[in-house]
Structure formats: C-alpha cells, structure tokens
C-alpha cells in the first residue's frame, strides 16, 4: 500500500519566490501534520488538520506561511516571499485520526534550499 | 521552545552493547511516543506509551516513563548496526492532538 508521499523531493529557489509544497496522505487517513526540520535540528510543528479544517495555526512561523486540505485529502503548504531562513526539511505526516495516542505516518519530506 | 529535548544529542556504542536515551519534557502530558528516522529519510513510528504506563516493550526496545520526573527512556538492547539512525521523543503536552519533537538524540552502532 502507498505510504504518505511528498513532492516535490527538492526545491531550490530565489529569495523572494513563493513556493509550494505537495502532501498526499495514506488514503483513510483523517489527521495531517506539517512540520519543519532545520539540518541537525529536531521537528517544529507547524499545523495540522482534521479532515480539512486546521483547529490550531498557532505554529505557523510567520503570515507567509499558509496551508490548506482539500477534500480531506492532499494539502499544500505555502510559503510566501521565502527567506533564507525557509530552508530547511518540510515533513509532513497523517494519523488515521488526530489524538496523541495515534502513530503518525511521515513522509520523506521535501528538502527547500532558499538562495 | 520545544516541548521535549534529548539526552545524550549523540551517542556511539559498539554493536551487541545496549543503548540509552533519555527524553525530558516540560508539560503534562496524555501520550509519549518515540521515533527513529534514518539519515534523510522521514521518521518512523517505534512505540507509544501512556501517561498512565510506567513501562512497555517491543521486541528489543523498552520504553520507561516517569511522569513525576517529566521524562522517558528508551532502551534498545543488542544493538544492531542497522539501529544506527536518530531517535525523537515525540509528547503532546497535554493537548492531546498535536505532537512537540526533542531535538533527538544521534546513534551510532560500531559493527
């Protein structure tokens, strides 16, 4: 069965350009996280959704960042007007449902260089 | 800030030894759940234990927790070089829905 999948695996951009960031969880699967690890860091939650509502966007960094689910499905993660300080590994994860007492399944993550 | 952190931030050990890793976090929590992720490759699932468990297994891992200390163990004995990866703690803080990550702690198995 297919797993949680991200895309693209790499993006290199220019300061300045809005990127966007592709997450397809496991089919079924009610709960979605998007997080940020900068290199040798640990993971910075940055939001999650149950079905396509996002309760909580209290760890978004900054107003450039947005996200968004569709159908309860695939989100994307958007980054405005990226900075150098962007870069890093966006990982996103889904559960069958929210709750700590479910396993997150990840992605492999989509690495954003932001020259 | 983060809501758990690591000890040690890396570790080396030879294979067959056992290997320890702390987690210590700063809130009440519901769960806690520990994670493995391979050089640059997404994280993966290992073990959940229970505010209200003190201990669980799982194959060669043994997961302690000590909510009165705010912290957990894992413990991976026989170490295999295939264990060499980064281990996370992952809490809720007591919110129940969403995950806080420690910085991780960094194994290395010496075959």
């Known amino acids: 069965g297919a797993g949680v999948s991200q895309s693209p695996s790499n993006k290199v951009t220019e300061k300045g350009k809005d990127v966007e960031l592709r997450c397809d969880p496991i089919?079924?699967?009610?709960?979605l996280y998007w997080y940020r690890q900068s290199l040798g860091q640990g993971l910075e939650f940055l939001i999650y959704?149950?079905?396509?509502?996002?309760?909580?966007k209290s760890g978004l960094p900054s107003d450039r960042f947005s996200a968004e689910r569709t159908g309860g499905s695939v989100s994307t993660l958007t980054i405005q007007r990226t900075q150098q300080e962007d870069s890093a590994v966006y990982l996103c994860?889904?559960?069958?449902?929210?709750?700590?007492?479910?396993?997150?399944?990840f992605g492999p993550g989509t690495r954003l260089t932001v020259l | 800030s983060q809501q758990g952190e690591e000890d040690p931030q890396a570790l080396s050990i030879q294979e067959g030894e056992n290997a320890t890793m702390n987690c210590s976090y700063k809130?009440?929590?519901?769960?806690l759940q520990w994670y493995r992720q391979n050089s640059g490759r997404g994280l993966v699932h290992l073990i959940l234990?229970?505010?209200?468990?003190r201990e669980k297994h799982s194959g060669r891992l043994r997961v302690t927790l000590d909510t009165s200390k705010k912290s957990s163990s894992l413990l991976i004995t026989a170490s295999r070089a295939a264990d060499t990866a980064s281990y996370f703690c992952?809490?809720?803080?007591?919110?129940?829905?969403?995950?806080?990550f420690g910085t991780g702690t960094s194994l290395t198995v010496i075959p």
């Open positions: 994860a889904s559960s069958f449902a929210s709750g700590s007492h479910n396993e997150q399944f």
């Open positions: 089919s079924g699967h009610t709960a």
């Open positions: 959704f149950q079905g396509n509502s996002a309760p909580d």
């Open positions: 809130t009440s929590i519901n769960n």
């Open positions: 234990i229970r505010s209200n468990e």
């Open positions: 992952a809490t809720d803080a007591g919110t129940g829905n969403q995950f806080y």
